[in-house]
C-alpha cells in the first residue's frame, strides 16, 4: 500500500513537472508578442482620444499582468527543468 501511494504521489510531480516545463516553454514563445504589444500601447497612450484613455490604460494594466504571469511561467519552468517546484506567492 505505502510503495503504491509513493509510486502515485512520484508519477503525479513527474506530470506536474512536465506540465510546467511545457507551460514555460510556451509562455517565453508568447512573451515577447506580449511586450510589443504593451509598449505599443505605451506609445499610444499619449496620443489617445480622452474617450479611449480609460481603455489604453486597462489595456495596459492588463498586458502589465500578463507579462508578470508569463515571466513566472517561465521561471518556474526553469525550476522544474532544474527539478524543483515553487510555489505561486
Given at each position: 500500500?505505502?510503495?503504491?501511494?509513493?509510486d502515485?504521489?512520484?508519477e503525479?510531480?513527474?506530470?506536474?513537472?512536465?506540465?510546467?516545463?511545457a507551460t514555460?516553454?510556451a509562455?517565453?514563445?508568447?512573451?515577447?508578442?506580449?511586450?510589443?504589444?504593451?509598449?505599443?500601447?505605451?506609445?499610444?497612450?499619449?496620443?489617445?482620444?480622452?474617450?479611449?484613455?480609460?481603455?489604453?490604460?486597462?489595456?495596459?494594466?492588463r498586458?502589465?499582468?500578463q507579462?508578470a504571469?508569463?515571466r513566472?511561467?517561465?521561471?518556474?519552468?526553469?525550476?522544474?527543468?532544474?527539478?524543483?517546484?515553487?510555489?505561486?506567492s
Amino acid at each position: 500500500m505505502q510503495e503504491s501511494r509513493e509510486d502515485f504521489r512520484a508519477e503525479l510531480r513527474r506530470q506536474v513537472r512536465a506540465g510546467d516545463i511545457a507551460t514555460g516553454e510556451a509562455a517565453s514563445a508568447c512573451l515577447p508578442g506580449l511586450l510589443r504589444r504593451l509598449a505599443h500601447h505605451e506609445r499610444e497612450a499619449t496620443r489617445a482620444v480622452p474617450l479611449l484613455r480609460l481603455y489604453h490604460r486597462w489595456r495596459r494594466h492588463r498586458l502589465r499582468l500578463q507579462v508578470a504571469d508569463a515571466r513566472w511561467h517561465i521561471a518556474q519552468g526553469r525550476a522544474a527543468r532544474m527539478g524543483d517546484l515553487i510555489g505561486r506567492s
